[in-house]
């Protein structure tokens, strides 16, 4: 566990974290561009997610909706994860000792794993159902389980920013 430290206080120490602690102005663009990036990737995972609930664009089979919207979903998480990281070794240390932040990271990783399930299982026979206005039982459970995990993480981003004890 001391190597993880270690690491941690060199991205902590280092130059960039510095700049983005003490500028007035950099921590709030990263987290503006941070929080625009979030709201793409939630916004596009729910448009899949309330499809595959039969709830919204029915009329579109999955596979087209999911090739239309993944490379948006897939992009903007990448800006989500290095914005993130930058405000995440600004304040390393505070960031790792704040509960929401850790429930944070760990429900990101269920929802990985959400959407891991779903292809490997739920999706094997998607050409045989993704053109039905509800899909079946498990694709609509892996649609419900998306949104409930993206809900908490934007939640416990949120109660990041309320309950950090930044000296």
Not at 14 to 40: K, M, Q
Not at 75 to 90: D, E, Y
């Amino acid at each position: 566990m001391s190597q993880f430290s270690d690491l941690v206080g060199v991205f902590e120490e280092s130059g960039v974290a510095a700049a983005i602690r003490e500028n007035d102005t950099l921590f709030p663009f990263i987290e503006s561009v941070h929080v625009i990036a979030i709201c793409l990737v939630v916004g596009t995972i729910f448009a899949l997610d309330l499809r595959l609930l039969g709830l919204a664009s029915v009329g579109r089979p999955v596979s087209r909706l999911a090739s239309a919207i993944l490379p948006v979903t897939w992009g903007a998480f990448a800006v989500a994860a290095a914005s993130g990281f930058l405000l995440f070794i600004s304040n390393a240390t505070k960031y790792l000792a704040n509960g929401y932040f850790d429930a944070k990271i760990i429900l990101i990783c269920a929802a990985g794993l959400n959407m891991i399930i779903f292809h490997a299982i739920s999706a094997k026979d998607l050409p045989q159902w993704e053109t039905q206005a509800v899909p079946p039982l498990r694709a609509r459970l892996a649609g419900l389980l998306s949104i409930l995990l993206w809900i908490t993480v934007v939640a416990c981003g949120r109660w990041i920013g309320f309950t950090m004890q930044v000296l």
